[in-house]
């Protein structure tokens, strides 16, 4: 772990004058399994608090495609202690002291709150760096050092090339809410004039072309099936300085095989046999290895294709909702409905195979309900994810109108029962 020993050169009256440069950087949470390891050989692990960053798992996921590079405007040992802190909503996965000792805190997998940006933070791994962006030489040599090796290990591992397109400072991120503006949402202009981009990154590049660089596959491949057809969809894979030299996309049972050039993102199988289980599998190769990936099934279209009986119909009336959807060989449904006045849609019915979801409307209020239903693969996670869940496709909301139950013959004699004067 990063102590502050390194930092005393500096007053500590102008460290609190300081602005908090890593403040306020939080981002929605998403969920998902707990997981938190080592990355890298080269540091000590610190975990931050869950509450500070996004359980994920990338690079299924996620794509991993750029390091976001900041200072702490703190000693290391307190930037540390902020992201061990669930009231800081702020984390990052690595924390680099000016001696040159690295942290990890977050799992490269997971998604650190960083860049004030969250797309850039799903796409990014976060590097912290103890010093001012604004005071100069308070950076070191070690310090560039320790982290120039840490970046090419993922350059290595991740294929995030040793660029300047993809290694950026935190004060190039987009402000998400206007793209003229940068530093993320807060503005932030770390790590400022004084980082040293040019050594920072000839060591980087220096060290990763010392390491292996096969290529690494982006999140899962999609397959799309329409009658004897399947089409396997993939984004180009990543390497850090040897290039990819093509793809093999094999589908079985059968030993399907496709060989193409490294500029192909998709393939198209013919002929495929009814009633068969397809698995699409795709390999990326240059000459330090390759990298295989399973191509999820993709949903791509959901209807809801029955009502019965059609609306509107008096509240204890039993209604079939049915479904349909395409592209996918083993859809699952899921439906949901909206009540009268609620601000929520409720999951009616989870993920299953039955596309019909039977609708017990006894002892509901009066009024417009509105259904929908969502569909995925059974191989598939789910690329949208919203409450409570997540989907490839869905039906567009449609409404169905209960009315009033008319009171039956019995109350009808039990008003006047208790009505009659006595
Ligand atoms: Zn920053």
């Known amino acids: ?161 040793m660029d300047r397109q993809h290694v950026i400072g935190h004060n190039e991120v987009p402000d998400p809410n206007d793209p003229s503006k940068f530093g993320g949402y807060g503005h932030r202009t770390d790590p400022g004039p004084y980082w040293n981009w040019n050594l920072y990154m000839s060591l980087a590049q220096s060290y990763a072309d010392s390491l292996p660089s096969p290529p690494h596959m982006m999140p899962d491949p999609v397959a799309v099936t329409s009658g004897s057809t399947a089409t396997v969809t993939w984004q180009p894979a990543q390497t850090c300085h040897v290039p990819i030299t093509g793809y093999t996309v094999v589908g079985q049972p059968g030993n399907l095989l496709r060989q193409l050039p490294p500029t192909a993102t998709s393939v198209t199988f013919n002929h495929l046999q009814a009633g068969r289980n397809y698995t699409f599998t795709v390999t990326a190769i240059n000459a330090d290895g390759h990298d295989t990936v399973t191509a999820q099934w993709r949903c791509d279209l959901a209807t809801m294709t029955t009502v019965y009986p059609s609306p509107p119909q008096v509240s204890g009336t039993g209604v079939t909702f049915s479904a349909s959807v395409s592209g996918c060989p083993h859809p699952l449904y899921q439906f949901l409905t909206l009540a009268p006045g609620s601000p929520s849609w409720q999951l009616a019915q989870a993920y299953s195979s039955s596309a019909t979801f039977r609708w017990n409307t006894t002892g509901l209020v009066a009024g417009t309900y509105y259904y929908t239903v969502w569909a995925r693969d059974a191989s598939s996670t789910g690329a949208t994810c919203t409450d409570p869940d997540c989907f490839d496709a869905y039906s567009p909301a449609t409404s169905y109108r209960l009315t009033i139950q008319p009171c039956p013959a019995v109350c009808d004699l039990l008003y006047l029962v208790f009505t009659v004067p006595r």
Not at 99 to 125: F, S
């Open 1 to 161: 772990m990063g102590g502050p020993r390194g930092w005393l050169s500096v007053p500590a009256v102008l460290a609190l004058l300081m602005s908090n440069q890593v403040a306020a950087e939080a981002a929605p949470r998403s969920s998902s399994v707990f997981a938190g390891t080592l990355d890298y050989s080269g540091a000590t692990w610190v975990p931050a608090d869950p509450a500070d960053y996004s359980f994920a798992e990338r690079p299924h996921d996620y794509p991993v495609q750029m390091i976001v590079i900041h200072d702490t405007e703190l000693t290391a040992y307190s930037a540390i202690e902020k992201f061990q802190d669930p009231s800081s909503a702020v984390s990052a996965h690595y924390v680099v002291s000016r001696t040159g000792q690295i942290t990890q805190m977050v799992a490269e997998q997971d998604i650190a709150w960083h860049a004030g940006n969250w797309d850039y933070n799903t796409r990014a791994i976060g590097i912290e760096h103890e010093g001012y962006a604004w005071i100069p030489g308070t950076f070191t040599f070690a310090e560039y050092q320790a982290s120039a090796r840490l970046i090419a290990s993922i350059c290595s591992r991740w294929g995030v090339p």
